[in-house]
């Protein structure tokens, strides 16, 4: 009886040890918290070859268009916080080589966002974009998890990624009544 009472005494003091133990490292590395947050909205006139570009350290994360290429387009800029603090880095690319609007596609370059559009003329005219590569402390933010949406009519919809995404592509088909539709990705800071 003595026997088998011993190696069941030791059991429960070996996981009342661990019960007691400090979190482990993995809980201690847990993912930090990632928020995205609208800051900015800004309406332009889709043919008038505007410049569009969010304010430093924000990126696209909503899109809304109505009517056709002399309608408005609004852009939502959005600012990137992990754990409480706001990003503060941005690296922008280049902008991208002119797209002719009724059959293009663009998509930002690995772990980047878009941050810019310059759009000039109708569904025949060029369409650019400018992405940006978002640092924190020193280190690279990625966006993991790209999807697509479905189609949507570019002359009347609005499309804002879900929480805690950026918009990382578009592509468009036809004129104001073709179909629209966006990338977004996860964004993920790995610490």
């Known amino acids: 009886m003595y026997r088998k009472a011993l190696p069941t005494a030791i059991a429960?003091?070996?996981?009342?040890?661990?019960a007691a133990?400090?979190?482990?490292a993995a809980t201690s590395?847990?993912?930090p918290k990632v928020d995205v947050v609208l800051k900015h909205i800004s309406t332009v006139?889709?043919?008038?070859?505007?410049w569009f570009t969010c304010p430093d350290n924000e990126v696209i994360t909503s899109r809304k268009h109505t009517g056709d290429e002399n309608g408005n387009t609004t852009y939502y800029c959005s600012a990137i916080y992990i754990d409480g603090q706001q990003v503060q880095h941005t690296v922008l690319g280049a902008w991208s080589g002119a797209i002719k609007e009724s059959r293009s596609t663009y998509i930002a370059p690995i772990n980047q966002a878009i941050v810019g559009r310059w759009?000039?003329?109708?569904?025949?005219?060029?369409?650019k974009y400018l992405a940006g590569q978002m640092y924190w402390q020193g280190?690279?933010?990625y966006f993991a998890d790209p999807r697509?949406?479905?189609?949507?009519?570019?002359?009347n919809h609005s499309f804002t990624a879900p929480?805690?995404?950026?918009i990382t592509g578009r592509r468009h088909q036809g004129d104001e009544n073709g179909y629209t539709r966006y990338q977004y990705a996860r964004v993920v800071f790995p610490g």
């Open 12 to 18: 429960a003091v070996a996981l009342a040890a661990l």
């Open 21 to 24: 133990a400090p979190a482990s």
């Open 29 to 31: 590395a847990a993912e």
């Open 45 to 50: 006139k889709e043919s008038a070859g505007v």
């Open 119 to 127: 759009h000039s003329g109708d569904e025949n005219g060029s369409t």
């Open 139 to 141: 280190k690279p933010i």
């Open 148 to 155: 697509w949406t479905g189609d949507m009519k570019e002359s």
């Open 163 to 166: 929480a805690g995404t950026v």
